[in-house]
């Protein structure tokens, strides 16, 4: 399988700079070479793609049409040479040409064309079905401005745009002769011919899709995917004479417009410009997307008559949603098909992935900007939706049910509702996810048609967040499980559970973490200058910054610990860190007060001298997918404590747990499927329960009692209003907790609730961890039993239930 030797590589590599760069590797810059490695590694992968391609045709093989507006990839080159088994080799070639491997992988750019879980997932499962040797394209927008560059400036988040193309562009392949156009506004004109209405859309204007290919490699395997991002471009050429006359941005406004839609990943939708363009970017996406797998179907079948019978198109959360009224009018503009026919083939080639059960992220859309923006498919929406509200109501007979399960209703059209009628599988991402699904946010829905509703708990990329990132766990794994075998089949990791009372392997197992913990502190202080005490508990939590996931509730217990610090100069034996990565949305004022207060009470701590070698907060700027990298290994505490019933799956507990670190957290997502691989004795959970959640809001919860009746609580929380050395009050978060604002009940995430229950969980936590032998235990166990939690299984599952393709 591999490729090269390290002297044929470095052949390709000289070749490759003397063609592209016209330069010796003497005088290329470190650049030049990344992109160098980054050219010769895709030639063997899109050799390697046109076979599959190939094949895939000659088979006449059923694809997966995976579809989401967010592929968080991070960095290729590391990855790509690790799946093409060449890393060794590459790194050895750099060495003898007079560069520093580390260096050229360092300068990567991110690919961060994702916000956060949704983006990587996709990424981890695109990896997977590649491995798997499943037929799939991945589809998404070539963002030009990723998820923004992080800055903090004074304690607060400053946003930067992440131009991630200039480097990472040596990874796509542009594809213009299968660009597609796509419609927006226009008016709608009908004709009766052939016995059939015929609906044209004229005036509108036109968009075209260039799409962008990135390959992606398989571990030890030929076979290939491709990741299809597509890139907006005007198809109206410049108007010239405005030129001439002077007027320059008039002349070039269409194509302004045009490229607005790639621009940058989900613009604010908190006025009606950003709401406007993440609609174009939608149906732009949808639309090329779709009229690409028909286009490629045609050639190979001459009908689309059987296209569900060769494509199964996933939709990862609703964004892609109008995949289902996209292939209507397919089906029925194109093709002549009668609506009937059309309906029939769509709802058994869709699939919907849900991702969340917050009703403000179930994405709905204004009804007016649907009816000017995509005239055709509002019609079609307003059909589907009639006929729908049909079938509710005979099924129910009652108007409340009908209400719920409608897809247009009160001026808005529900997109997970139209994902529901559309689509053939509903599945959420972990067992308790689905439950709640089914019994509560989609109940009526599932009550009517249960056989559509499915699970599929998430999984991550093992090969990647262990193999890869982790060389001195992988080398312990390989040498206690007798080689390489668990990268194919991670439930292979469960034989490291008959070492558990092995004095030698738990002591390796501590050291390998620890000189994972002092690579961290040494690449802290390189990049952020920041000093770390690797002998210090590192206690982390990094993800997106949202109220569930209540960062807050872990800064209320580090200020409960400062105060008693500061009472008793002995009341922290054992060094704590405490490392917070996350960014906020731009427009979500209360995470970034809450990013502030992190970074305030960070400035405190680290001026007190009480604290020295004691306490520590640290706040990781601009977290993202090469820093998780360098993390993940040395991480001995994962934070999942999100309000119970509010977090889906969460796939970085899995990529901690796998890494050996231990888990503080809720019964919630996924944590609870590792309690059930774990049990109580290796994890520390704490908290309401997801049904003791719902009981308590409906009883009504009164936050201010706890604060009246906790004077450790109560102290805790005055601090904030007081604020600290740098002089900010955090007023407002106090208010939020205790009364409520903006119209959120107070204390929305029962934070003051679980906070007793959280102090004492982590206070275990620290006794546990003052007994080396008993932490290495519980974290052999954690690596032993994460296997469940590969995306190999989530996308086999995927496979047999709800795609019915074969795989490897």
């Not at 094949?55 to 590391?78: A, D, I, P, W």
Request: net charge negative.
């Amino acid at each position: 399988m591999t490729p090269f030797t390290t002297k044929t590589l470095e052949e390709a590599l000289t070749a490759k700079l003397m063609l592209n760069f016209g330069k010796t590797p003497e005088e290329a810059t470190d650049q030049e070479m990344m992109k160098a490695c980054a050219l010769v590694l895709r030639d063997v992968m899109a050799i390697r793609g046109v076979e599959t391609n190939k094949q895939t045709r000659r088979e006449q093989k059923k694809q997966v049409h995976y579809l989401s507006l967010e592929f968080l990839m991070g960095r290729s080159m590391m990855k790509n040479a690790y799946n093409l088994q060449v890393l060794p080799q590459l790194r050895e070639a750099l060495e003898h040409m007079g560069f520093k491997a580390a260096d050229i992988f360092e300068i990567e750019p991110d690919a961060g064309l994702g916000n956060g879980g949704l983006g990587r997932l996709a990424a981890c499962y695109l990896d997977s079905m590649t491995t798997l040797e499943i037929p799939a394209t991945g589809y998404s927008i070539c963002y030009e401005l990723g998820i923004f560059k992080q800055k903090i400036v004074e304690g607060q988040q400053v946003e930067l745009p992440d131009d991630w193309k200039g480097l990472g562009s040596a990874w796509l392949l542009p594809k213009p002769e299968e660009a597609q156009e796509v419609h927006f506004g226009g008016t709608l004109r009908e004709f009766w011919a052939d016995g059939h209405l015929h609906t044209v859309n004229e005036n509108a204007t036109t968009v075209l899709a260039v799409p962008c290919d990135m390959v992606v490699a398989g571990y030890d395997t030929n076979h290939v995917n491709t990741l299809r991002l597509w890139d907006a471009r005007s198809t109206k050429p410049v108007d010239m004479s405005l030129f001439s006359r002077g007027e320059y941005l008039k002349a070039a406004e269409e194509e302004a417009m045009a490229e607005t839609i790639a621009k940058i990943l989900y613009p604010e939708d908190n006025h009606y410009e950003g709401k406007s363009l993440r609609l174009k970017q939608q149906y732009f996406f949808v639309s090329a997307t779709v009229q690409s797998i028909a286009t490629k179907h045609l050639a190979t079948y001459g009908t689309l008559k059987n296209f569900h019978e060769k494509n199964v198109i996933q939709i990862n959360d609703t964004h892609p949603a109008l995949v289902v009224p996209e292939l209507m009018r397919i089906f029925i503009d194109e093709a002549g098909m009668n609506w009937d026919e059309a309906w029939e083939i769509t709802t058994k080639s869709v699939a919907y992935t849900n991702h969340t059960v917050l009703a403000e992220a179930l994405e709905r859309w204004p009804q007016s900007l649907m009816q000017t923006l995509l005239p055709r498919i509002w019609q079609i929406i307003q059909e589907i939706s009639a006929r729908w509200q049909k079938k509710v109501e005979d099924f129910y007979h009652d108007a409340s049910k009908t209400q719920k399960m409608a897809i247009i209703w009160g001026g808005e059209v529900r997109m997970a509702n139209l994902c529901i009628a559309g689509g053939m599988a509903v599945n959420g991402v972990s067992g308790l996810h689905s439950e709640i699904l089914k019994k509560d946010v989609f109940k009526d829905a599932c009550g009517m048609e249960p056989w559509k509703f499915q699970n599929v708990t998430n999984g991550i990329d093992h090969r990647r967040w262990l193999g890869e990132i982790n060389p001195g766990l992988d080398g312990l794994i390989r040498d206690l499980c007798g080689g390489d075998d668990y990268l194919m089949h991670p439930l292979a990791l469960r034989k490291l559970d008959d070492y558990a009372d092995d004095k030698a392997v738990l002591e390796r197992l501590a050291e390998i973490k620890h000189q994972n913990k002092v690579a961290f502190a040494a690449h802290a202080k390189r990049s952020r200058g920041v000093i770390l005490n690797p002998d210090a508990i590192f206690d982390v939590q990094v993800k997106r910054l949202h109220e569930y996931k209540r960062q807050l509730l872990n800064v209320l217990h580090i200020i409960t610990l400062y105060q008693k610090l500061q009472d008793d100069p002995n009341a922290i034996t054992q060094p704590h860190t405490f490392l917070f990565g996350a960014k906020a949305a731009p427009g979500y004022a209360v995470a970034k007060r809450i990013i502030r207060l992190i970074n305030s009470l960070a400035d405190q701590i680290d001026h007190d001298p009480a604290c020295r070698d004691k306490l520590q907060v640290v706040f990781l700027e601009n977290y993202r997918v090469s820093l998780a990298e360098q993390l993940m290994p040395a991480s001995e505490v994962s934070q999942q404590i999100s309000t119970a019933g509010k977090e889906a799956s969460g796939t970085g507990n899995m990529k901690f747990m796998m890494n050996g670190a231990l888990t503080v957290g809720t019964l919630d997502g996924a944590n609870v499927e590792m309690h059930d691989v774990l049990g109580d004795e290796n994890m520390f959970l704490f908290g309401l329960h997801a049904d003791e959640v719902e009981q308590l809001k409906r009883e009504g919860y009164v936050p201010q009692r706890l604060y009246q009746h906790d004077s450790t609580l109560r102290r805790c929380l005055d601090a904030l209003r007081t604020g600290f050395r740098d002089g900010v009050s955090y007023d407002d978060l106090y208010q939020r907790l205790l009364f409520g604002a903006g119209g959120s009940p107070a204390d929305e995430y029962l934070l003051l609730a679980d906070y007793q229950a959280y102090c004492q969980a982590e206070k275990r936590m620290a006794q546990t961890y003052a007994d080396p032998m008993q932490w290495n235990r519980m974290s052999l166990h954690n690596i032993a039993r994460s296997g469940i939690f590969a995306a190999d299984r989530a996308v086999a599952e995927y496979a047999d239930n709800i795609w019915h393709v074969p795989h490897k």
